[in-house]
């Protein structure tokens, strides 16, 4: 089975916390959203990386990791 047909695109790949994608959140009410808060941020490609491959462009990372530091990123990616 395909793994990101079971990935939860409302969860960040990070930390595992709500991560509040305006896009996704239009897809599961249908309704209108304003725009996603990530339109307003520049997200280090580092940061990116972070992220499983096997989520990376299939779920969102939240707000709170989007903005920490990247060593803190790279910790929380090691753990469990």
Not at 18 to 32: D, F, L, S
Not at 47 to 71: D, F, M, N
């Amino acid at each position: 089975m395909n793994d990101g047909a079971r990935l939860d695109q409302t969860v960040c790949p990070l930390c595992g916390s709500a991560n509040q994608c305006a896009m996704e959140t239009e897809k599961a009410t249908g309704m209108a959203q304003p725009p996603c808060w990530c339109s307003t941020l520049s997200i280090d490609a580092r940061l990116i990386e972070q992220i499983p491959k096997a989520s990376r462009g299939l779920a969102c990372i939240c707000p709170a990791c989007a903005q920490r530091p990247l060593a803190a990123a790279s910790t929380a990616s090691r753990l469990p």
